[in-house]
């Protein structure tokens, strides 16, 4: 019964950890990316308006890092459809990010084939959360961090 278990399983495992690797890599790179261009921005001339300069990087962080996590739901989604774990490609998406916030997905199910790969979309979620939530924090510190430095700069400045 238990090899039984094992070979039901092998393919919402393979896909699973497939995708979560896949989707945990692309976001790591997508991050970087998203780096780059915050501390460009940081450095640019035209950062000369302190809070406001600073709250707009800020909002275009967090559009950013949003956006990734709806290209990793998109792509479990499109994982579900292809295997035909689901049907439509809405209920995918709206089941993709009920399981990749661990909030669920109103009724949606997955065909009792792939019942095992939404719970590993969920471990990808915690996941891919707590990468961007580290990675907000260290933007968070960075920024804080350039307007401490700022303000010395300006009071040294006028001394």
């Known amino acids: ?20 690797t896949g989707c945990v890599v ?6 970087g990316a998203i780096e780059v ?11 000369r308006h302190g809070h406001v300069h600073s709250n707009v990087l800020l909002a275009g962080v967090v559009l950013s890092v949003a956006l990734l996590h709806s290209i990793d739901v998109g792509i479990f989604a499109f994982a579900y459809v292809y295997v ?3 049907t439509t490609p809405v209920d995918a998406i709206r089941f993709s990010l009920g399981a ?3 909030s669920g997905a109103d ?36 920024l804080f961090s350039k307007r401490i430095e700022t303000r010395r700069q300006k009071r040294s400045a006028r001394n």
Not at 8 to 19: I, N, V
Not at 120 to 142: D, H, K, Q
């Open 37 to 47: 261009g915050f501390e460009r921005a940081l450095a640019s001339r035209f950062n």
């Open 26 to 31: 692309l976001h790591t790179i997508g991050l």
């Open 1 to 20: 019964m238990f090899r039984d278990a094992i070979g039901y399983w092998a393919s919402d495992w393979s896909w699973g950890l497939l995708l979560l």
């Open 84 to 86: 035909e774990a689901i």
């Open 107 to 142: 009724g949606i199910v997955l065909s009792d084939k792939w019942k095992l790969l939404g719970g590993i979309e969920a471990m990808a979620g915690m996941l891919l959360f707590g990468v961007s939530t580290a990675f907000l924090f260290s933007v968070l510190n960075r």
């Open 100 to 102: 990749m916030t661990t």
